[in-house]
């Protein structure tokens, strides 16, 4: 079988759609005949070649650069325009395309009616392959057994899934739960190193005393669903208030949506120590070159020990059973929407029973403003 190509435009256009993050990657896949992991690839192809669009032809000097950066931002706001221009006027979604080809035309090749058409050659080949709702039934599944048994790992919630009906084998259950993104919570023996360039940082945290707002920041993902799939969600909190400094979802799990709730949180403040997991994107020179070089310490947990960064654990089971469970999100937009009026709530308004009974937003600005009353003291001293 001759193995399909698709086109620049096409891929930027997939891209471009990824990034905005308004649909999941298994609605795309469907929607563009486009298999889910291409679609990841594209994704962070782009984000990750963006920054070199800006730093390229440095030689020319610094008014070609300049000149360069202007012609780009140009660009891309002419982009932006005929994109939305695009999205309110294109009257024929790629279903209606597809079915306006005629294969015994006999005059007009199936390529040159794909060509007039503006759709992918490839796309007309290709049959979609339906989301499957079982599959989804059995992310709902585990994802709210693992909630309440994080300590479960494959054999468990395969065992458990078989108690409650389920027809599933250990590998399928594997599967699932590698592309959820979750494992099991527990000590594992080091047997092997990683092979990889990613940085290693301490656990800094064990016999800390923390007693102020900013002295330990700490992040962590975790899965949200979806009716026609599934995204991740990323947050800042604060330990000792318990305030989430920042949130953001994204359709793929990459570095780059943890970078753009990093920037947001240091908006508000800044921490003097950063904690989090051994996963990938908390391990990238992207991520930690953005905390060393605003001089942040950075704290990394064991690896399976998730009760180092217990604090943002306790956070998503908090979320998941006030807010996520309670509702069935039927789009990105609807689970952003949901979600920024559950965090408001969670830290203006809900009260924490290790916190006297107080929001968080109360004890981490009360805190934080009685420290820089201290400092100024210190300073006229």
């Known amino acids: 079988m001759q193995r399909k190509r698709h086109g620049a435009d096409f891929k930027a256009k997939v891209a471009l759609e990824a990034i905005k993050g308004l649909k999941t990657v298994n609605e795309l896949s469907s929607e563009y005949?486009?298999?889910?992991?291409?679609?990841?690839?594209w994704k962070k192809q782009v984000l990750d070649e963006l920054p070199g669009i800006f730093?390229?032809?440095?030689?020319?000097?610094?008014?070609?650069?300049e000149e360069?950066?202007?012609?780009?931002y140009q660009q891309i706001g002419q982009l932006k325009v005929e994109v939305d221009w695009l999205k309110k006027n294109l009257a024929l979604p790629l279903a209606?395309?597809?079915?306006?080809?005629?294969?015994?035309?006999?005059?007009?090749?199936?390529?040159?009616?794909?060509?007039?058409?503006e759709l992918a050659r490839s796309s007309w080949y290709y049959e979609?392959?339906?989301?499957?709702?079982?599959?989804?039934?059995?992310?709902?599944?585990?994802?709210?057994?693992?909630?309440?048994?994080?300590?479960?790992?494959?054999?468990?919630?395969?065992?458990?899934?078989?108690?409650?009906?389920?027809?599933?084998?250990?590998?399928?259950?594997?599967?699932?739960?590698?592309?959820?993104?979750?494992?099991?919570?527990?000590?594992?023996?080091?047997?092997?190193?990683?092979?990889d360039n990613a940085r290693r940082y301490p656990y800094l945290l064990r016999g800390l005393c923390i007693?102020?707002?900013?002295?330990?920041?700490?992040?962590?993902?975790?899965?949200?669903?979806?009716?026609?799939?599934?995204?991740?969600?990323?947050?800042?909190?604060?330990?000792?208030?318990?305030?989430?400094l920042s949130w953001q979802l994204s359709n793929t799990m990459d570095v780059h949506f943890c970078l753009v709730a990093l920037e947001e949180a240091l908006q508000v403040s800044q921490p003097t120590i950063f904690n989090s997991d051994q996963g990938s994107q908390f391990t990238s020179l992207a991520f930690t070159g953005a905390l060393e070089g605003r001089a942040i310490q950075i704290s990394q947990d064991g690896k399976g020990r998730a009760f180092d960064n217990i604090f943002v654990e306790?956070?998503?089971r908090t979320v998941k059973y006030e807010e996520v469970y309670l509702k069935d999100y039927d789009s990105v937009s609807s689970a952003i929407e949901n979600l920024e009026r559950y965090f408001r709530f969670y830290n203006q308004e809900r009260l924490h029973q290790s916190l006297n009974y107080r929001p968080p937003a109360s004890v981490y600005f009360s805190k934080q403003e009685d420290s820089d009353v201290k400092k100024r003291r210190r300073e006229r001293k």
Request: proline share 5%; charged share 25%; with cysteine.
């Open 55 to 65: 730093s390229s032809r440095r030689a020319q000097g610094r008014k070609d650069q």
């Open 96 to 117: 209606n395309k597809r079915r306006l080809v005629e294969p015994e035309h006999p005059q007009l090749s199936i390529r040159r009616q794909c060509e007039l058409l």
């Open 211 to 244: 007693d102020r707002p900013d002295l330990v920041w700490s992040t962590d993902i975790t899965y949200i669903r979806l009716a026609n799939g599934f995204v991740y969600l990323v947050a800042v909190m604060d330990w000792y208030s318990r305030y989430v």
């Open 314 to 316: 306790r956070l998503w």
């Open 128 to 195: 979609p392959v339906a989301i499957d709702p079982y599959e989804l039934h059995l992310m709902e599944r585990i994802d709210e057994q693992y909630t309440a048994t994080p300590f479960y790992g494959v054999r468990r919630m395969t065992a458990w899934l078989r108690q409650q009906g389920e027809a599933v084998n250990h590998k399928r259950v594997a599967r699932i739960m590698r592309q959820m993104g979750i494992q099991a919570i527990y000590p594992k023996p080091r047997t092997t190193i990683a092979g």
């Open 68 to 72: 360069l950066t202007a012609q780009l």
């Open 33 to 41: 005949g486009v298999h889910a992991s291409q679609i990841n690839q």
